[in-house]
């Protein structure tokens, strides 16, 4: 079998967490910043763990991370 390649934008954006969940951050942090409450904005800072009907999917995509 040959090597997989790995998803060069996937692999920046995703983690696997120890358990094997896939941890992603979270979207609307990156402009028009004025109209959101500092509560939202201090919540997406977070992250989060991608769904499960999404992370069989990313898995495929980063095969050695």
């Known amino acids: 079998m040959p090597k997989i ?3 060069s934008s996937s692999k920046k ?4 967490t120890g ?5 992603r951050a979270k979207a609307y942090k990156s402009h ?3 109209k959101k409450t500092s509560k939202r ?3 997406l ?4 763990i991608a769904s499960s009907a999404n992370a069989s999917v ?3 995509l980063i095969p050695y991370k």
């Open 32 to 34: 028009i910043l004025t």
């Open 19 to 23: 358990t094997g969940k896939v941890k």
């Open 13 to 16: 954006r995703f983690k696997l």
């Open 58 to 60: 990313i898995k495929k």
């Open 45 to 48: 800072r977070k992250s989060t």
């Open 5 to 7: 390649k790995t998803h």
């Open 41 to 43: 904005k201090r919540n």
